[in-house]
Antibody, heavy 120, light 109 residues
């Protein structure tokens, strides 16, 4: 059974760094073809892909946020991480992690999401 | 970026057919596959994969859902529509860096 669960700070102030953790089970990030991605959704709006990390440690970033994003993984502990620097109110959203099947690029399992609010 | 365009909303009657469209500004076909996928999102829930590679039903998804299309034009069909299908439906391409459509909200008449 594949599950993913996001965790984060809940609230943070503008200019701070957002650190998110995705803890997963039922698969391994060392398996060929497996990736984990981060996707966010502001309240009442659509989905925005942020970043992906794959089994062989390749990484991809949304060009519109690339300079602010860092994705990483801890394969031994079945976790993936995302850092976003210099947050502002526009980064307020639900953040999801999702398993991505690398070769075809669809997101087949999603976490429940974690709400992050940026406010002074 | 590959831009995906969806109609904002669609209203259908119970038991009827719903057809949701997604058009892209670039071809998303590659070596015989169409890199287009569909998701359902209900309020307060995470998205759920319905269709992958344009026409393949994801695990556990009822056969009322189907997808078709190629190149730049794709459709998701729900037939017949049930009350539980009220949700927002998103298309997503993976030919290049992933992008999503803005979503189509399916409502019942």
């Amino acid at each position: 059974q594949v599950t993913l669960k996001e965790s984060g700070p809940g609230i943070l102030q503008p200019s701070q760094t957002l650190s998110l953790t995705c803890s997963f089970s039922g698969f391994s990030l060392s398996t060929s073809g497996i990736c984990v991605s981060w996707i966010r959704q502001p309240s009442g709006k659509g989905l925005e892909w942020l970043a992906t990390i794959c089994w062989e440690d390749s990484k991809g970033y949304n060009p519109s946020l690339k300079n602010r994003l860092t994705i990483s993984k801890d394969t031994s502990n079945n976790q993936a991480f995302l850092k976003i620097t210099s947050v502002d109110t526009a980064d307020t959203a639900i953040y999801y992690c999702a398993r991505r099947y690398s070769y075809y690029g669809y997101f087949d399992y999603w976490g429940q999401g974690v709400m992050v609010t940026v406010s002074s | 970026d590959i831009v995906l365009t969806q109609s904002p909303a669609l209203a259908v009657s119970l038991g009827q057919r719903a057809t949701i469209s997604c058009k892209t500004n670039q071809n998303v076909d590659y070596y015989g596959n169409s890199y287009m996928h569909w998701y359902q999102q209900k309020p307060g829930q995470q998205p759920k994969l319905l269709i992958y590679l344009a026409s393949n039903l994801a695990s556990g998804i009822p056969a009322r859902f189907s997808g078709r299309g190629s190149g730049t034009d794709f459709t998701l069909t729900i037939d017949p529509v049930e009350a539980d299908d009220t949700a927002t439906y998103y298309c997503q391409q993976s030919r290049n860096l992933p992008t999503f459509g803005a979503g189509t909200k399916l409502e019942l008449k």
